[in-house]
């Protein structure tokens, strides 16, 4: 019997999210550490089985509208409008939690239709029907989740630009990403700066602008091999990110605990209003220690990454 499997990694931005909607660029990689896999195989009609749902297709409450619009969508690209197939969903990333999970879901059911068809998944095919399917989940998306939980490497994002892939080598550095426990907030979030940006365009622009600046020091910090610079512009990108209101107080909690433990820069990741933070340590130890000081101040979840040489 027939079977096609799909995989996606989970992801994180270092820096530049929401800036990104407005065209500045961003810096994402994805998180190998959670993943999310596909398997579809032949059935007498449609069902999905996952977390949150088990059944027909066509019955798929409202939230996951986005999963079964991609499940057509990419039917209708592969021409088998047709199929009737059972879908089956397993997720080690958190949902909503500025992970990319709504878009590693559908780069994971996109790739196991492909594959179960027997048709190679390029990302120019894959790309559009990901893109699609995170309009719907997220109102106005960048497109760097679906790029960022795509591929295997770190990427220097912008709106509408080819893809830009860059190493990401900084010795003697670590990522520390906690999770609130909290559901982010991506939808309202990138609404509400909207809002703010139509209220008042000259304030906020210039936040959206200095964001973009930090985004490339962080680059620059980067490629130099210069991890306390590093941190210091991720400091710098969290008081921009409050001042465009989508921190929260558990955030800036779990934030300003990682600095107090030594961190070298903390701030939120993704969407916020609840979600990830992430800290830079300069060591592993360090790393330790700080995730450990999280879990204290109320983190339901810590992971560690290498930005070293093969994160
Ligand atoms: O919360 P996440 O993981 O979906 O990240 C969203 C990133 C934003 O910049 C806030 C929105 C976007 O579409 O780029």
Known sequence: EKIGHGQASGKIILMGEHSVVYGEPAIAFPFQETYISTKVEPDSTMILECHYFSGELSQVP??????????????????????TLKITITSTIPAERGMGSSA??????????FDYFDIPCTSESLLPLVNRAEKIAHGNPSGIDAAATTGDEPLFFIK??????????????????????????????VR?????????????????????????????????DEVDTLGNVMNQAQEHLSA????????????STARANGALGAKLTGGGRGGCMIALAGSKKQAENIAVALESAG?????????????
Not at 104 to 113: F, G, K, P, Y
Not at 169 to 188: C, E, H, M, P, Y
Not at 244 to 255: F, P
């Open 192 to 224: 509400d700066v909207a809002h703010l940006f139509e209220l008042d365009k000259k304030r906020i622009s210039q936040h959206i602008t200095t964001l973009g600046h930090l985004t490339k020091s962080a680059k620059h910090a980067i490629l130099a």
């Open 244 to 255: 465009l209101t989508v921190s929260n107080e558990q955030l800036d909690h779990l934030v």
């Open 62 to 83: 409202s939230q996951l509208k986005s999963v079964s619009e991609v499940i057509d969508q990419t039917l209708i690209a592969l021409h088998h409008e047709e199929a």
């Open 299 to 311: 983190a339901v979840a810590t992971w560690i990454q290498s930005l070293g040489v093969k994160n």
């Open 160 to 189: 509408s630009h080819p893809l830009e892939s860059f190493p990401m080598n900084v010795s003697n550095a670590f990522l520390i990403v906690a999770d609130t426990g909290i559901k982010g907030q991506t939808r309202a979030a």
């Open 104 to 113: 590693a879901v559908a780069v994971s059911i996109v790739r196991a239709l």
